[in-house]
């Protein structure tokens, strides 16, 4: 038995009781919907005013909320989408699933792009404004859209061609290894993301090591800049969780065959809900320039003029 289909026999096996199923449906809607509020805010906040589409740093913040909403959106979507159609059309499953990973892998590479512009911020002062302009952020995140297509989209035609055309009408479990079941696919997913885990990595350390040491030797907002540095340092850290999640379920089914279901639901809420609820806190209430422009935002829509 293949990964796949073992992880679909075990969820129709061990199917969770009303009343556990609600109770999660609940908890992923009111996280999904609080969570889609506080990045909307934060998108109204920078449309709003022009001194963000000038600074390199909110431009990534932006594409990074926008990355974070897309996400949730669709992963809460294919959530309560498993508890009440529970098999949906492989075609359909296969867009969802499509758009789902490329937002899910951009956010550790817009993360990484945001240490690299906070690292030559604070180690190159000097240079921030040469290197770091708004058109090569544009060109950065179409790079990073780019990168995500180029490790996804291959499972799409590696499936196009091997499966029989009757396979895109059947309906299936909507899950990564039902919707591109081909295991060469399963193979380069782990190489790829291995190889992702390595690049990604190497940069927040070295970034943000080199920031520690400068961060110490400065004297102005040096606790400042080690919280957010630790909290950028989490929030990476979960994302990351991301490229070892096919590694977890298998040791979850090895591990908790019985609880597979609810260990699942910890393991979507840890890796995919809670890092993007981390970036509001960052950028939109510890920023100081951004927290001014979202205080004026938010009183303005509750006491209009």
């Known amino acids: 038995m293949n990964v796949s289909s073992a992880n679909v026999t075990v969820v129709v096996q061990y199917r969770d009781s009303f009343t556990k199923a609600v109770t999660k449906n609940v908890i992923v809607v009111v996280l999904g919907i609080s969570i889609s509020y506080i990045n909307a805010s934060l998108i109204q906040t920078f449309r709003k005013h022009q001194i963000f589409y000038m600074n390199p740093r909110y431009i990534l913040f932006f594409h990074l909320v926008v990355n974070d909403m897309i996400q949730v959106m669709l992963t809460v979507m294919l959530f309560i989408i498993s508890y009440t159609i529970y098999k949906m059309n492989v075609s359909i499953c296969s867009v969802f699933i499509l758009l789902a990973l490329f937002a899910t892998e951009n956010t550790p590479l817009n993360l990484a792009c945001m240490a690299i512009e906070c690292y030559i911020a604070i180690c190159l002062p000097l240079h921030h404004v040469q290197i770091c302009t708004v058109k090569r952020t544009y060109w950065l995140i179409g790079l990073m859209w780019a990168t995500s297509m ?14 029989p055309v009757d396979f895109f009408q059947s309906r299936v479990f909507c899950l990564r290894e039902t919707a591109f079941p081909n295991p060469r696919i399963i193979k380069k997913r782990d190489i790829t993301y291995i190889v992702y885990l390595v690049i990604v990595w190497f940069v927040i350390f070295y970034t943000y090591f080199r920031i520690i040491f400068t961060a110490k030797t400065a004297s102005r907002d040096t606790k400042k800049a080690r919280n957010t540095i630790l909290l950028h340092g989490f929030q990476v850290l979960l994302c990351m969780a991301t490229y070892a999640v096919p590694f977890l379920k298998q040791a979850l089914l090895q591990w908790f065959p019985k609880n597979y279901s609810d260990s699942l639901f910890a393991c979507y809420i840890i890796v995919q809900i809670l890092p993007r609820s981390i970036s509001p806190i960052i950028y939109g209430i510890r920023d100081k320039t951004f927290r001014q422009y979202l205080k004026k935002y938010l009183l303005c829509k509750v006491s209009p003029q």
Do not use: G, K, N, R
Not at 154 to 161: G, R
């Open 150 to 163: 180029l490790s996804v989209l291959p499972d799409l035609f590696i499936t196009l061609a091997t499966q």
